[in-house]
């Protein structure tokens, strides 16, 4: 489920491997496929839209809808986790570069602030929660 990828997500974001925790969000390599990228698609990528969506769901195209709107809801979490994990991902030119910037960090103790990766992590979960809600809401209208 989505909820659990994001548990799963969480030592990632604690370590701060933030390009691992953009294959993830993306579905890159051995992620493709995985349940966080597939709810940042649109209709869950089902084919029909709102009726489709219903049709999977177990509910009328109003359930659909309010479906789709949780998980655009979840989507937007997801991209803000993505968009910070871009912008603290760190880029080596080599393993030298990389090995350097390593004794660096080890040599003045760096430290490096994972607060708001946790804050937006924890925002995510809260927005999967409230998706896995709707959807089980639609569900049990049958």
Do not use: C, H
């Not at 370590?15 to 969000?25: E, F, I, Q, S």
């Not at 869950?44 to 509910?59: E, N, Q, R, S, Y």
């Not at 655009?72 to 991209?79: E, G, I, N, R």
């Not at 660096?104 to 925002?123: C, D, R």
């Amino acid at each position: 489920t989505v909820r659990s990828s994001l548990a799963a997500l969480g030592g990632t974001v604690g370590g701060a491997d933030w390009a691992a925790v953009r294959a993830a969000l993306r579905g890159d390599g051995p992620f493709a496929g995985n349940s966080l990228s597939v709810a940042r698609k649109g209709f869950l990528g089902l084919p029909g839209g709102k009726a489709g969506m219903a049709k999977v769901v177990g509910g009328d195209a109003a359930a659909g809808g309010r479906v789709e709107d949780a998980r655009q809801d979840l989507s937007f979490a997801l991209a803000q986790l993505e968009d910070f994990a871009l912008e603290n991902t760190s880029l080596f030119f080599n393993s030298v570069d990389r090995k350097e910037v390593e004794k660096l960090m080890a040599e003045t103790q760096y430290q490096e602030k994972t607060g708001e990766g946790k804050q937006l992590l924890v925002a995510a979960q809260t927005s999967a929660a409230i998706f896995e809600k709707v959807v089980t809401s639609a569900n049990n209208k049958n």
